[in-house]
């Protein structure tokens, strides 16, 4: 067992004729160790592309429900809240159409949400990117109670169609 350990140093270092002089022998080593080295580097980059793909992205398209509401904040950056409405369809055990509505509360900042208090308004279609937020609070009652929000990075209006 200490000679393998020692070989695969050896190995590792480019020692090996140190202890082998049969260049057949040696050959075969070093194609084994490229072969490892060549696994280890495919694992890790595997590992870092793994990595990467771990987001927290979120893309709505739906209208505002309301107009935006605005408020400043005491480091005087703006912020905008406002909710998007999003509908999803499917067919239900008795095979009717089912229209589920969902609402999402959508919060901008800075001068996104300057933006957002300039051109969006109640009834507006528009597509939000951003991400999701889960925030725990405590309410007067002292109840915990959870909401969620999407973070928006930008958004983009959609132009009505003439009819």
Known sequence: ????????TD??????????KNRAFVKQLRQIKQKI??????????EVNSTKEIINKVILTGFLGQDPKVDV?????KV????VAT????????????????????????????????KLKKGTRVTVEGRISYNIFTDKAGVKKQYT???????AMHQKKEA
């Open 1 to 8: 067992m200490l000679k393998q350990a020692t070989i695969w």
């Open 11 to 20: 190995i590792k270092n480019n020692k090996i004729k140190n202890y082998y």
């Open 37 to 46: 080295m060549e696994t280890l580097t495919v694992n890790q980059n595997t």
């Open 73 to 77: 904040l005491a480091s005087k950056m």
């Open 80 to 83: 905008a809240k406002f909710s």
């Open 87 to 118: 509908n999803y369809q499917y067919k239900n055990s008795k095979g009717e159409m089912v229209k589920e509505t969902q609402w999402h509360n959508i919060v901008a900042f800075a001068k996104l949400a300057s933006e957002v208090e300039a």
């Open 149 to 155: 929000d999407i973070i928006a990075s930008e958004f």
